[in-house]
């Protein structure tokens, strides 16, 4: 463990709970870097923000850090950039099976859930309340939004994004589907487009099904 304290690069709400999650497992955050000049000289929870990335990298090299940004581009482009030791965090009160091992630079935060024999990728975010089932894979730089629930055996490919509420779908228009086993789910948008339309179809399916019913019951009392 580095003596000189864990650097977070970004300053936004993500770079926050980034701060947040490395406080309360007891590393010592010294300083957080960002390019956004009006941010510099600020805090973050008590961390001072300190400058930009190139007025700082400079005699850093090998110092201990987490990328504490959202978008899964700048995050790729920075570790393979920056010449920083890329350490992982997780919550305390996340609940992570011990066979589960981060990769670096990975977060997982406050009660999220990854389940045995998981793996999460490198710089990959398991955000609040999110949760990864058994056999699941995050690659890496994967971007797993609050709230999300992922079931077993379910890939999500490198740089995805799975947004708030998303829920791996194993239900299409009531029609019961074989699980995603090792499909990657940067598609789930497809999904649940399908998932509408079938459950649109479904409802009109349902409204000819009574009209019908209704217009036999009319003839039944005509002839009556």
Same mark, same amino acid.
């Given at each position: 463990?580095?003596?000189?304290?864990?650097?977070?690069?970004?300053?936004?709400?993500?770079?926050?709970?980034?701060?947040?999650?490395?406080?309360?497992?007891?590393?010592?955050?010294? *300083?957080?870097? @960002?390019?956004? /000049?009006?941010?510099? &000289?600020?805090? #973050?929870? =008590?961390?001072?923000? $300190? !400058?930009?990335? %190139?007025?700082?990298?400079?005699?850093?090299?090998?110092?201990?850090?987490?990328?504490?940004?959202?978008?899964?581009?700048?995050?790729?482009?920075?570790?393979?950039?920056?010449?920083?030791?890329?350490?992982?965090?997780?919550?305390?009160?996340?609940?992570?099976?011990?066979?589960?091992?981060?990769?670096?630079?990975?977060?997982?935060?406050?009660?999220?859930?990854?389940?045995?024999?998981?793996?999460?990728?490198?710089?990959?975010?398991?955000?609040?309340?999110?949760?990864?089932?058994?056999?699941? *894979?995050?690659? @890496?730089?994967? /971007?797993?939004?609050? &709230?999300?629930? #992922?079931? =077993?055996?379910?890939? $999500? !490919?490198?740089? %995805?994004?799975?947004?708030?509420?998303?829920?791996?779908?194993?239900?299409?228009?009531?029609?019961?589907?074989?699980?995603?086993?090792?499909?990657?789910?940067?598609?789930?948008?497809?999904?649940?487009?399908?998932?509408?339309?079938?459950?649109?179809?479904?409802?009109?399916?349902?409204?000819?099904?009574?009209?019908?019913?209704?217009?036999?019951?009319?003839?039944?009392?005509?002839?009556?």
């Amino acid at each position: 463990m580095n003596q000189q304290g864990v650097i977070v690069i970004g300053a936004g709400g993500h770079g926050k709970v980034v701060v947040a999650t490395l406080q309360a497992v007891g590393r010592s955050v010294v *300083e957080v870097w @960002d390019d956004d /000049r009006e941010k510099s &000289g600020g805090e #973050l929870l =008590g961390v001072p923000v $300190v !400058g930009s990335i %190139a007025d700082r990298i400079a005699g850093a090299e090998g110092r201990e850090a987490v990328l504490g940004i959202g978008d899964n581009r700048i995050r790729r482009r920075f570790a393979s950039e920056l010449p920083l030791t890329w350490i992982s965090a997780v919550h305390p009160s996340a609940v992570v099976h011990p066979s589960v091992r981060p990769g670096e630079g990975t977060v997982v935060f406050a009660g999220a859930v990854v389940q045995p024999d998981a793996v999460l990728g490198r710089h990959a975010i398991v955000n609040t309340g999110a949760t990864v089932d058994h056999d699941g *894979e995050l690659g @890496d730089f994967v /971007r797993v939004a609050p &709230g999300v629930h #992922l079931a =077993g055996e379910v890939s $999500v !490919g490198e740089g %995805a994004v799975l947004g708030i509420g998303d829920r791996q779908p194993h239900l299409l228009g009531g029609m019961r589907q074989p699980p995603l086993h090792r499909q990657h789910v940067a598609a789930v948008d497809r999904v649940q487009a399908l998932s509408h339309r079938m459950s649109f179809a479904s409802g009109v399916s349902g409204i000819v099904s009574r009209c019908r019913a209704s217009a036999s019951r009319r003839r039944s009392h005509r002839r009556r």
